[in-house]
């Protein structure tokens, strides 16, 4: 039996171009609700160009990024600066007669103030950088009102309200413990900063055991946590307690380990001699920095950064805080500024963490290109630990949490033993 | 001013070491013997020894009291950790203590006379001169006696192989 011919079918006809929809008014008072933003980056991802408010944003991007450079340039670097303020204060003191070590006592203080600052401010920008990226990565806007740019302020206003915040302490807390706890996380990690070389010639500390002086420091900050999970007299942060001193102490070692092979090549525990090894260019376009190393190199600074991630109790390490499980672990308990001094150490250590990569691996403020170093060289520090900063938030919103045990076999499995054979290959490297 | 430091961090030392003995608690034992190690390092650090500071910090405080606070943590509720401060063993303990006291006495009149270099040269790089040159074979056979020690601890503390059920719970 035959089939009946069917008739030839149309072609299926192509889906109308994508109109981009029209503005949404409020019926009421007319303001507008939505301007374009239905259709966002999963619908236009084939041609994200296509959208003008894209192109606005990105030349707005590359304006800002310019002026930024621009006036980096105009201010030049940092320490001539520092050097003029240093003569200027010893000159006033000196004409009212004060003996030296009073000039000294001030010049000090003030390098402490810069580095708290950089310690409390940094923050500020972090967590509504961090919000903001979360949200783009989840397709979201994030926080657009408060400030009204982009809702940049909303991280100020996020602080006065945990100001604001009553404290409350259980009544079945160890007090004093309890008390205590914020502040061993937070002090060791603005004691941490000293020695970081901003730039050229620019540190608090410019300390000889630097590099080791700042993992020692940043190694008590487990101690409070501890502090915070025990004396919250609650099972969910003792848990989270005890989970965060297995981990920090577990990744303390490959993190350590894996930037023996920078000390190596540089020879030198001292961060600015770290910075001064990695000066020059191979053929004069590459940077001698030290994660271009062929292998030594490139393993080292992933164990770093890897390991620097688990430090930082963040996602996918975040075991010791496990919201879902947990509760909030260690500082489940604390509310108001107790709980943003937790959160202050945090970003503090992710910062660090980002510039020791910065000074470790991607050679300090030096330029990428002998061209740009007209740019100076705290800029170029800046940026990269921004960079690095930037992973860190990316790693946060794209990776799922590991689970306890393989996290800790991940650790002394494969990390250890990697950053182990990596310093073989560096004196391997060396002797050769 | 070094000097002020020096004594300051001596009398932490000295204060946050009788708070371990003293403290009812066995956790603030513990978190006063971390203030402690922390305060020893201090004193290195005034009498310039930089990098005896920095390795103190990192493996006594960062490490074996974070240990021992993990120790204390795992070994029981709150209300357990209360402890008699004093038992049948105190005469024999202060007779050691009174021993060890006059061996430390004639250590230290030994080398009375020698002050300590103030805000000297910074010491890392005579110290791995001397541990990786002169001394290079000390260093080694006690790496090679810790390296044992570490391989025997493993040993003994391994369980016996555990029943299915239990093989793969995990406490933390």
């Known amino acids: 039996m035959s089939q009946p011919e069917a008739a030839p079918k149309p072609a299926p006809a192509k889906p109308a171009p994508a109109k981009y929809p029209d503005p949404v008014y409020n019926t009421q008072n007319g303001r507008l609700l939505m301007r374009d933003t239905r259709y966002w980056p999963t619908d236009l991802w084939k041609n994200p160009w296509a959208l003008p408010s894209y192109r606005k944003a990105a030349v707005l991007l590359a304006a800002l990024l310019l002026g930024a450079a621009a006036i980096a340039t105009g201010v030049g670097e940092l320490s001539r600066w520092g050097d003029l303020l240093k003569q200027t204060l010893d000159g006033f003191l000196d004409g009212k007669g004060f003996p030296t070590l009073v000039g000294a006592g001030v010049w000090t203080l003030i390098k402490v103030l810069i580095v708290l600052h950089i310690v409390i401010i940094s923050p500020i920008f972090l967590v509504w950088w961090e919000r903001k990226i979360s949200a783009h990565i989840q397709t979201r806007l994030g926080p657009m009102n408060v400030g009204g740019w982009h809702g940049w302020a909303q991280t100020i206003a996020d602080g006065i309200k945990l100001l604001l915040k009553e404290d409350v302490t259980p009544t079945v807390a160890d007090r004093w413990v309890h008390r205590l706890a914020p502040v061993v996380v937070t002090a060791p990690a603005i004691l941490a900063f000293a020695p970081v070389t901003f730039g050229q010639d620019l540190s608090a500390a410019d300390i000889d055991v630097g590099a080791l002086y700042i993992f020692a420091v940043a190694g008590i900050s487990v101690i409070g946590i501890v502090m915070a999970g025990w004396a919250s007299g609650n099972k969910y942060s003792l848990l989270g307690g005890l989970r965060s001193a297995a981990q920090l102490v577990s990744y303390e070692l490959p993190r350590s380990f894996s930037i023996v092979p920078v000390l190596m090549f540089a020879g030198s525990l001292n961060l600015t001699r770290i910075v001064q090894a990695q000066a020059g260019y191979w053929g004069g376009i590459v940077p001698r920095w030290f994660i271009f190393y062929p292998v030594v190199g490139q393993l080292a600074f992933t164990i770093f950064l890897i390991a620097s991630v688990a430090e930082t109790n963040r996602i996918p390490f975040d075991i010791p805080e496990a919201e879902s499980e947990l509760v909030g672990g260690f500082h489940t308990e604390y509310s108001g500024m107790k709980f943003s001094l937790f959160f202050l150490a945090e970003y503090a250590y992710v910062l660090l963490a980002s510039f020791l990569a910065a000074t470790f691996f991607l050679g300090g403020g030096a330029p990428p290109l002998p061209v740009l170093g007209f740019i100076p060289s705290w800029a170029w520090f800046l940026t990269k630990a921004l960079a690095v900063v930037f992973c860190f938030l990316w790693f946060r919103w794209t990776f799922p949490r590991f689970r306890v045990d393989r996290l800790m076999d991940f650790n002394w499995k494969f990390l250890l033993p990697w950053s182990f054979a990596n310093i073989a290959f560096a004196g391997l490297y060396l002797l050769w | ?172």
Not at chain 2, 7 to 32: E, I, K, M
Not at chain 2, 93 to 103: E, K, M, N, P, S
Request: one cysteine or more.
């Open chain 2, 1 to 172: 001013m070094a000097e002020l430091a020096f004594y300051c961090l001596a009398a932490v030392t000295l204060l946050s070491a009788l708070g371990v003995v003293l403290f009812r608690n066995a956790l603030h034992s513990a978190l006063s013997l971390g203030l402690c190690l922390a305060g020893v390092a201090g004193v290195f650090a005034s009498l310039s020894a930089d990098f005896l500071f920095a390795s103190q910090i990192l493996i006594y405080v960062g490490g074996v009291a974070v240990l021992i606070l993990f120790v204390v943590l795992l070994s029981g509720r709150a209300s357990e950790l209360r402890m008699r401060q004093v038992n049948g063993q105190w005469l024999a303990a202060l007779l050691v203590c009174a021993v060890l006291l006059q061996g430390m006495l004639r250590t230290i009149a030994a080398y009375r006379d020698v002050v300590a270099g103030q805000g000297g040269a910074p010491t890392t790089q005579n110290l791995a001169r001397l541990l990786l040159g002169d001394q290079a074979l000390p260093f080694e056979l006690i790496s090679l006696i810790l390296l044992a020690a570490l391989a025997g601890a493993v040993i003994f503390s391994k369980p016996d192989p555990a029943p299915e059920e239990t093989k793969h719970g995990c406490l933390l």
